[in-house]
């Protein structure tokens, strides 16, 4: 049996999020498997796995905030607002001056309302937006509250007569479309845009530098988890420690007296097991999920 835990995968360009979960089911050898925040197929980067138990964290993974290196295209437009998508448009881009550019881009970040990129996962009645945009239906999406808290222009690049590369970083909440940021500089600049390369950089505290190849997770199997249960919480949550009469309450769901942290965080027993993720509400502290074993 696999250890319960996340995994840190640095997922492949070219295969889907689901692609990555089900190679992982297959090397970990248990269904219960899943990730914390969908990447598209053209994307590397950062995907948090959980195996076992640690699929119960995943909520609060999908929830964190994201940073992201990529690349712009100024001068098209696509029907994905990415490189996966057939070109709709094109607008000669190379007038474009760099403070335009850089204009572009700032009044992106902050608060903005987003309109998501048509060709995404998010539902319309049941059904996910990009498989009705793939069967021919034109998909207006409601525009969304997100935070770009940081878009840094690493460099712009004129390496084509009609087009602009811009290279960007970018720290945002989740939610937050990098293909929608290129889109919108695009048609605010007039020329069109699109996301050429896109690489996900952190996901809350689980960094890129940490992450494993799905080559490295083959020669390990089936021992896959990197960061088990107990630790991978500590690195997520703030912690509280729990005493033995404490921990056997809140093993069976009972509330503890607050303590006056910020929840959630994690609750841990004695030995250093992890038993809940506790929040603090009308006076008590009440588990959101309790992970100790049954």
Do not use: W
């Not at 903005?112 to 998909?139: C, F, H, L, M, T």
């Not at 808290?149 to 009609?162: F, G, K, M, T, Y």
């Amino acid at each position: 049996m696999n250890a319960d835990g996340l995994i840190v995968v640095d997922k492949p360009g070219g295969v889907t999020s689901h692609d990555v979960v089900a190679r992982v089911r297959r090397l970990a050898r248990t269904r219960r498997v899943g990730h914390g925040g969908t990447l598209d197929p053209m994307a590397t980067g950062v995907l948090v796995i959980g195996v076992n138990r640690a699929t119960r964290l995943l909520t609060y993974v999908i929830g964190a905030d994201k940073s992201y290196t990529a690349t712009i295209r100024l001068g098209q437009a696509t029907v994905t607002d990415d490189a996966e998508g057939d070109v709709t448009s094109t607008t000669p881009a190379g007038r474009l001056t760099d403070d335009g550019i850089r204009s572009a881009l700032a009044a992106l970040t902050g608060e903005i309302d987003q309109v998501p990129s048509a060709v995404s996962a998010i539902k319309i009645n049941g059904q996910r937006a990009y498989k009705r945009v793939r069967e021919g239906e034109s998909v207006e999406l409601p525009a969304r509250r997100v935070t770009v808290s940081r878009l840094d222009v690493l460099a712009i690049r004129r390496e084509q007569p009609d087009v602009v590369d811009v290279d960007v970083d970018v720290a945002c909440s989740t939610g937050t479309y990098i293909r929608a940021i290129a889109r919108d500089a695009g048609l605010a600049l007039g020329v069109g845009g699109h996301l050429t390369a896109l690489r996900r950089t952190a996901v809350g505290g689980f960094r890129l530098a940490e992450a494993v190849t799905l080559d490295e997770l083959e020669r390990r199997a089936p021992d896959l988890v990197d960061l088990p249960l107990a630790v991978a919480a500590q690195r997520f949550f703030p912690r509280r420690d729990a005493s033995a009469d404490e921990a056997k309450v809140l093993s069976h769901g009972g509330p503890l007296d607050p303590v006056g942290l910020p929840g959630p965080y994690a609750v841990f027993d004695p030995a250093g097991g992890l038993i809940a993720i506790v929040s603090e509400r009308a006076g008590r502290a009440r588990a959101e999920i309790v992970l100790a074993p049954a």
